[in-house]
Nanobody
Framework: QVQLVESGGRLVQAGDSLRLSCAVSGGTFSSLAMGWFRQAPGKQRELVCGFSRSGRGTQYVDSVKGRFTIPRDNAKNTIVLQMDSPKPEDTTVYYC???????????????????WGQGTQVTVSS
């Protein structure tokens, strides 16, 4: 089974930056479409960004466009979410997710993903 382990979540101040990582094991990394979701208490799990199995296709939720990116220099078997200019409203648990794909396309819906990490807490103070 594919296993995902997130790391890098921490307490930061608004205006700082941080970098979340997700280590992938148990699968063929190049066959996985992947993404980052976040879920605040009492709310639906929300797509932050997703990328296709090749990494060339990416999608971001409007609220993070221009602030969050998926770097192109990730190590194999690891994905990264670079968070620049985080805001207090970005505070929540962030989840790494993946699904095996035959096609090189971004998966946008939570229901489209098969594997999930346990989450890493990001807290942004004002």
């Amino acid at each position: 089974q594919v296993q995902l382990v997130e790391s890098g979540g921490r307490l930061v101040q608004a205006g700082d930056s941080l970098r979340l990582s997700c280590a992938v094991s148990g699968g063929t990394f190049s066959s996985l479409a992947m993404g980052w979701f976040r879920q605040a208490p009492g709310k639906q799990r929300e797509l932050v960004c997703g990328f296709s199995r090749s990494g060339r296709g990416t999608q971001y939720v409007d609220s993070v466009k221009g602030r969050f990116t998926i770097p192109r220099d990730n190590a194999k078997n690891t994905i990264v979410l670079q968070m620049d200019s985080p805001k207090p409203e970005d505070t929540t648990v962030y989840y790494c997710t993946a699904v095996r794909m035959e096609l090189d396309m971004v998966v946008m819906n939570r229901e489209g993903y098969a594997y999930w990490g346990q989450g890493t807490q990001v807290t942004v103070s004002s």
